[in-house]
């Protein structure tokens, strides 16, 4: 079992109409790894990580997470094999096993950081209100944010609401924590809480693949380090190799206009 | 050394030389608001001196028996069609935003019907039903029929009005809910998406309270628009509603105009009284929402800061010298 990527891309790709966004992208990611998504605006980054948690449906490939092929079902009858989308519900607990940080947040500006954290944990896993609610005090600590708890997210900083966000996402116990760009839309001096946070986590184990434009966060906590750009995967490998020594030219003409 | 401790202990907050400006003349306001105060009580004194109003039979009739029981009908009419115009409204915005054509269309061609015909018509309608469809049935459709009623026991002339009234609002509403469904940040519906929440739970738990910011207001409008299109069910005819019953007075005594004033007076004062429950509806429904949707006052229940001090946003909203500020602005930059 422990064979077993926790994510395995395949052969994926993705058009929107006539827009083809991702072109045929292969990747795995071992268990406990952390897989930085390095890339020029537009290269498709953020849609590879929609995809893997089924926010967008894919046009061709396979995504499989924890061994689990995602969306679909592969059915077989007179050897011919078919696939059948899931239904919703399906669909739904695929997802719930997987935490989402989005670049803006999307924190639910009518409750408090606290009912942020316990909302699908009592809505999706039907946990009581008072487990939900100790769980939740333990992730808002765990974030540093024991005294922001009763606050709406709008009496909070950009970098306090990211937080939450995590906490949120941890809330539902993941195995697999995607993160798009969590930190672009922050003041520069409230980046450094939220890749603390973020650092602490990949310590602890968690399996992340995080696209970002944080060089430095990439060098230090990635295992691999992924450069894409139009749509497919130009080069992968450890930091150093990456971003020490890229072999491609269009990864060092990247790295020296963000470095 | 002492004053530099004694410093740091106490955060001097106070301004050196504030400033205290002369303010800019402004005889033009002063003109205006003169003139307005004059036109104001030239208002009051034509209507109060006026023999004709007859204020003292307003004065008897507002508390005439008929009268508050046409305004408890009236109310009945009010709440009662509102609240089946509401619920029916929310389910045609959401088959509005359907996947399926079919739930998409008749939602559609519902709003386009109801809101295309006039209400007198529809009304008159209502209270024909029993004629145009003598009985109703339950049973297969087109098949065999397993119960059957009279229409006329069934739908009486105020279910008939209560029934006109909300089926012709629900159109209305239907555009309002869709406008506020529409309104929220679809990050929201995806956050929550994400996080494995079924579609029904996203609507009702993230969605639809994020939507009642946008769809109050306009439904505090519709409600007081509904107080008074109710004095149209004589259309029906259903002649127990405040309307008809100071009209039935009026006719009866030769005097329409002190009972106008009646039936005008109580409609004001029921619009009043629901004009102070939208505000609290809509500050409920603003939580959250920055400081800027509620007025905000840096007192004790306001948000403070870290030092336990009203929060900077809080006293800022408070000192009304700011642009009322994008809502969405604080929550998703």
């Not at chain 1, 116990?173 to 939220?194: H, K, N, Q």
């Not at chain 2, 400006?21 to 004194?45: D, E, I, K, S, T």
């Not at chain 2, 309608?125 to 119960?147: A, K, Q």
């Not at chain 2, 509603?241 to 002190?258: C, K």
Request: glycine share 8%; charged share 20%.
């Amino acid at each position: 079992m422990t064979d077993v990527p926790m994510v395995e891309i395949t052969g994926l790709h993705k058009a929107f109409g006539d827009v083809h966004v991702l072109r045929g992208v292969d990747l795995e990611v071992t268990r406990g790894s952390v897989c930085v998504v390095l890339g020029p605006s537009g290269s498709g980054k953020s849609t590879l990580l929609r995809c893997v948690n089924e926010l967008e449906e894919i046009t061709a490939g396979r995504i499989h997470v924890d061994g689990e092929l995602m969306g679909y079902r592969e059915v077989t009858s007179r050897g011919r094999t078919r696939l059948h989308r899931l239904h919703p519900k399906v669909v739904a607990r695929q997802r719930s096993g997987i935490g989402m940080v989005f670049q803006r947040f999307n924190l639910f500006p009518h409750m408090t950081a606290l009912r942020n954290v316990m909302e699908a944990p009592v809505q999706v896993r039907r946990r009581s209100k008072a487990t939900a609610r100790a769980r939740a005090v333990e992730l808002l600590e765990r974030v540093g944010l024991t005294d922001r708890a009763d606050h709406y997210p709008s009496q909070l900083s950009g970098g306090q609401q990211q937080r939450v966000a995590i906490a949120r996402a941890l809330a539902m116990d993941p195995e697999l924590m995607l993160f798009d760009e969590p930190t672009s839309a922050l003041d520069p001096e409230l980046v450094g809480e939220v890749l603390a946070v973020m650092r602490d986590l990949a310590a602890s184990g968690m399996t992340m693949i995080v696209v970002t434009h944080e060089i430095g966060f990439a060098r230090e906590v990635a295992d691999t380090v992924v450069f894409m750009d139009e749509g497919r995967i130009v080069e992968q490998g450890s930091p150093e190799q990456v971003l020490g020594n890229p072999s491609q030219e269009r990864t060092r003409e990247f790295l020296a206009h963000v470095l | 050394m002492a004053v530099t401790t004694e410093g740091a202990k106490v955060p001097d907050d106070r301004v050196p030389e504030r400033i205290h400006a002369v303010p800019v003349p402004r005889p033009g306001r002063w003109v205006a608001a003169v003139v307005l105060l004059v036109l104001a009580a030239m208002a009051v004194n034509g209507l109060v001196t006026n023999e004709k109003f007859r204020w003292d039979v307003v004065w008897l009739y507002l508390r005439d028996v008929q009268i508050v029981r046409g305004v408890g009908w009236t109310l009945l009419l009010t709440f009662s069609s509102m609240a089946i115009a509401i619920v029916l409204a929310v389910t045609l915005a959401i088959m509005r935003r359907s996947d399926n054509p079919v739930m998409r269309s008749a939602s559609w061609f519902y709003i386009w019907f109801f809101r295309g015909t006039p209400i007198y018509t529809q009304l008159v309608f209502w209270g024909l039903i029993g004629v145009l469809y003598p009985r109703l049935s339950v049973g297969v459709p087109f098949g065999p029929e397993f119960f059957v009623f009279t229409t006329s026991d069934v739908i009486t002339a105020m279910w008939a009005a209560i029934l006109g009234l909300a089926l012709n609002e629900a159109a209305y509403l239907a555009e309002i809910v869709r406008a506020g469904l529409g309104s929220v940040d679809p990050g929201q519906a995806e956050a929550a998406k994400a996080l494995g929440m079924a579609d029904a739970a996203i609507l009702r738990r993230i969605v639809l309270p994020q939507a009642m910011r946008v769809i109050v207001p306009p439904t505090g409008n519709e409600t007081i628009s509904m107080l008074k299109t109710t004095s149209l069910v004589l259309a029906v005819p259903f002649t127990l509603d405040l309307t008809f019953a100071s009209g039935a007075i009026a006719n009866r005594t030769f005097l329409p105009i002190p009972l106008l004033l009646v039936a005008a007076i109580w409609y004001l004062l029921i619009t009043s009284i629901l004009m102070v429950g939208q505000h609290y509806v809509e500050r409920y429904y603003g939580r959250g929402f920055g400081e800027t949707s509620r007025p905000a006052r840096p007192g004790p229940r306001g948000p403070r800061g870290r030092d336990g001090r009203p929060s900077r946003q809080a006293a800022i909203a408070a000192s009304g010298t700011t642009k009322d500020a994008d809502p969405f602005l604080e929550v998703t930059p």
